[in-house]
């Protein structure tokens, strides 16, 4: 298991722009996949985007491709997802989930994750 804490989350005018950060607790950081997930009020937790162990591999969900980039720095134990051109129906609590396995696809489902963190607001105002 890895601990996982987000920051970086605010609250941001539509067509800005904010980083979050995922900090990982433990030596086995580069052993994980890691994932950004988002919950929006009133519905269920969607998939975001999603880095491999080395970060040679990324995958996106459709709705923020283009828009969101995501990086990781395993010197610093740390995750980061770069959002940019925000829009309103970017609102959400995102958080940050590492797994032993990378995913694509359907595959990269919350239940996929093994860990977690607390998630970190993100408020798009129109």
């Known amino acids: 298991q890895v601990q996982l804490v987000e920051s970086g989350g605010g609250l941001v005018q539509a067509g800005g722009s904010l980083r979050l950060s995922c900090a990982a607790s433990?030596?086995?950081?580069?052993?994980?996949?890691m994932g950004w997930f988002r919950q929006a009020p009133g519905k269920e937790r969607e998939f975001v985007a999603v880095?491999?162990?080395?970060?040679?591999?990324?995958y996106y969900a459709d709705s923020v491709k283009g828009r969101f980039t995501i990086s990781r720095d395993n010197a610093k134990n740390t995750v980061y997802l770069q959002m940019n051109s925000l829009k309103p129906e970017d609102t959400a609590v995102y958080y940050c989930?590492?797994?032993?396995?990378?995913?694509?696809?359907?595959?990269?489902?919350?239940?996929?994750?093994?860990?977690w963190g607390q998630g970190t607001q993100v408020t798009v105002s129109s």
């Open positions: 433990g030596r086995t950081f580069n052993a994980y996949a």
């Open positions: 880095i491999s162990w080395n970060g040679g591999s990324t």
């Open positions: 989930a590492a797994d032993r396995n990378y995913c694509s696809g359907y595959r990269c489902s919350p239940g996929q994750f093994g860990s």
